[in-house]
């Protein structure tokens, strides 16, 4: 295991910047926020520290296979790709795409939570959830997997239709399924795919089931399936992951990551951070669930949030699941408590964040 170690003054100027400038824009944070910021960039001082350094685990990994130039603030805020939402493109829909679960209540639930998520880590963006489409509707190619023998949907076919159906005052549109996405033929599989320049990305959470690189797997399809072109009725019932906590947990992390994308934010290099590139699932779960500090500034000076305030939307969000859980009983219609086991961890990281930024002593 590696540890990619940046000294204190290269991650203060990545985070600050050493043009005037942008380093006085920097100064219009509150005196609070400044400090935690800053000290966040101490990684493992003492006591508790709430960014830590990124750790290479293998070469497999991202950054030993993408060797790139790190992105810091200032060449993210200059970046002539950079997309910054305006009052006429201001808020990021979500589209789902295909069934999300045997239960139509608890899928609805779970594509409700999600758009919650996002609309707390975005916070002062509208996040609206379009009313979800089956694949028949895209109208998309599709395939069986020669080698996992499960069902595949073609991005290429996916983005063109989320085009078509961008609202007029879209900052980006996201589709996501739960059915595994091929980009070509020759390609065995893809996670997701985006274009910034469209404002649009597709991402499947296929691969977030547990048991997907299992034998047992139960969206393998008969072997002697024939498929034929245009006849949807394959998807009809089609195996989807069980809604876990770790399937909310990680849904959460690739949907907040991918949009960042659309912000013109690129993988990050820096802190251990939920804009880090990952090459496996893995490595995904390594990742942690929060911004560190300069990827925390480059979304903020996008969309203007209070530190303080998103750190409490956030946990907003993961403490209304708690209340939930002891208050279904009386509740006579079919109620999904939302699974929360695997935010312990990052509920935990807001609290505790909350006090440094909101310790009047300092
Ligand atoms: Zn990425
Ligand atoms: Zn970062």
Known sequence: MKVIQHSVETLHTALISSHTDLAKHYSKYSKKERRFLEDGLRLGGPGFSPFQPITVHSDSDWIPCHPEEPQDF???YRAPYRKIPSTCHNTIYIQPIGSF???KAQTDQYVEWLTEYCQAFFLGLAVKLLPPVTVAETGCSFRVNSNSHNLQILTSD????LEKRKPKDAFCIVGFTMIDLYPRDSWNFV??????TRGMGVFSFARYDDNFYS???A???KKQLQLKRGDYSVFE???TPPISSTLLLRSCKTMTHEICHMFGMQHCQWVSCVMQGSNHLEESDRR??????ICLRKLQSSIFFNIADRYKALLHWMDDGRSERSSTASQSLPHFPKPLQAFDTPRLWLRRCLDILEDDKR
Do not use: D
Not at 191 to 196: I, K, R, T
Not at 288 to 293: G, R
């Open 237 to 239: 019932g089609y195996y």
């Open 74 to 76: 200032q060449s993210f």
């Open 219 to 221: 969206g393998r399809v």
């Open 191 to 196: 996670f997701g795919q985006a274009s910034l």
């Open 158 to 161: 996916l983005l063109r239709f």
């Open 215 to 217: 034998r047992a797997y």
């Open 101 to 103: 679960g045997e239960v």
């Open 288 to 293: 942690p669930l929060h911004l560190c500090p």
